[in-house]
């Protein structure tokens, strides 16, 4: 299986901060990357596909970047909607698997 | 709008039979799309189980492939999801999602259901 880690784990962060969650994926997936974010209680909300496509409806401060093993999600300006877990998620090959999640919390 | 809906037991015994559908409405179940069954422990994070197209095609988690079924019924716009000899491991969050093809390429889980919880407990 393509194993997949986020860094950090944990993000300690103020509203308008600009954050950076990075995904390293341990073979390379080309761009067949996702990411997600996910609040308590609610499914899994896909934000961004193909590494750096946003999904329709999703504000334009989330972007994504990379391409073969390293992969970064950018919040430009922190918004007090956006405290959330988020998870990156490789389908480049079967078994699909996802990181471990990346907690963004107030600082 | 796409909708999607777990429904099943929320509690399944040991050495059971964990048995899951997913009611999709909004669209076609018929499109090329797969139909995918993902499960989250609190500890273990987020896990794909596996996918049918509408044509009853699979692909499994090679971890569970030995316990797992998803079926489909396009007549009642369903899939399901039956998961053998159950342990407390299986514990779990189960979501049915939509994985969005463009032809032979996957974009991703665009639509998810809201998740159903399974305990597996005497």
């Known amino acids: 299986d393509i194993q997949m880690t986020q860094s950090p784990s944990t993000l300690s962060a103020s509203v308008g901060d600009r954050v950076t969650i990075t995904c390293r994926a341990s073979?390379?997936?080309?761009?067949?990357l996702a990411w997600y974010q996910q609040k308590l209680g609610k499914a899994p909300k896909l934000l961004i596909y193909?590494?750096?496509t946003l999904q329709g409806g999703v504000p334009s401060r989330f972007s994504g970047s990379g391409s073969g093993t390293d992969f970064s999600l950018t919040i430009s300006s922190l918004q007090p909607d956006d405290f959330a877990t988020y998870f990156c998620?490789?389908?480049?090959?079967?078994?699909?698997?996802f990181g471990q999640g990346t907690k963004v919390e107030i600082k | 709008q796409m909708q999607l809906q777990e429904s099943g037991p929320g509690l399944v015994k040991p050495s059971q039979i964990l048995s899951l559908t997913c009611s999709v409405s909004?669209?076609?179940?018929?499109?090329?799309?797969?139909w995918t069954w993902i499960r989250q422990h609190p500890e273990e994070g987020l896990g794909w189980i596996g996918n049918?197209?509408?044509?009853?095609?699979?692909n499994y988690n090679p971890s569970l492939k030995s316990r797992v079924t998803i079926s489909i019924d396009t007549s009642k716009s369903q899939f399901s999801l039956k998961l053998n000899s159950v342990t407390a491991a299986d514990t779990a969050v189960y979501f049915c999602?939509?994985?969005?093809?463009?032809?032979?390429?996957?974009?991703?889980?665009?639509?998810w259901g809201q998740g159903t919880k399974v305990t597996v407990s005497p």
């Open positions: 909004g669209d076609s179940i018929r499109g090329g799309n797969y």
């Open positions: 999602a939509r994985e969005n093809r463009n032809g032979p390429y996957s974009i991703a889980f665009d639509v």
């Open positions: 998620q490789q389908y480049h090959t079967y078994p699909w698997t």
């Open positions: 193909m590494a750096s």
């Open positions: 073979q390379s997936i080309s761009t067949w």
């Open positions: 049918i197209d509408h044509r009853g095609t699979t």
